[in-house]
């Protein structure tokens, strides 16, 4: 299996896992890089060629595993911040070590804290953890950590001649338009989210 065979693979998994449903492919190729749904629809031919997933016809999310993945391995990666998921928060070193699993604990990748109410549209929300790959440049459509006037946000990227438009995953909200003005960087590009649960213990809170 190839790397971005097993980037597509990985993501469909964790997917599934964290939302109890199948991605689209559009969202598999957001979430990929991938800037047509044509090659998505490759990676996914070849998969499914190589029996590891099925595909229901005509199906908006009709992709599904067909082996049982091993996501027990895991690893640790540094814990870096607070990322906004709405209004953009003031940028702040968070140092520590969160355990992730192993497909997103390429070298040099690192972990954000989420929070809001912005990118629920991806599944991303309040509370959850989001793996980063740093780099400082990103395609149009890529998920970025994004650095504005000194505050931190997680958004879609899109590059619009003159300007730059980060743009949120919930109707509700509007973009964050970006321009020469602004002192404007990416810190780098979503590679997966993760949630954690905590046992109820019975007692309420106020």
Known sequence: MTPKQ???????????????YQPTQQ???QSCGFQSLGTVQHYLRLLERDGHLSRRWNAKRGVQITETL???????????GIVAAGKPVEAFDLPDVIEVPSSMASPG?????????????MGIMDGDY????????????????????GSITIKKYLHRGDHIELHPANAAMSPIVVTADDDFRIRGVLVGSMRFYRKWSGKSST
């Not at 990748?109 to 549209?121: P, Q």
């Not at 149009?140 to 950590?145: A, H, K, L």
């Open 109 to 121: 990748n690192v972990v954000y804290e989420v929070r809001g109410d912005s990118m629920v549209e």
């Open 6 to 20: 097993k980037k597509v693979l990985d993501f469909i998994a964790h997917y599934a896992e964290r939302n109890g």
């Open 70 to 80: 091993t996501t027990s391995a895991t690893a640790e990666l540094p814990l870096v």
């Open 130 to 149: 989001v793996a980063v790959h740093p780099q400082p440049v990103a395609e149009n459509g890529q998920t970025v950590i994004a650095e504005v006037n």
């Open 27 to 29: 969202e598999i190729a």
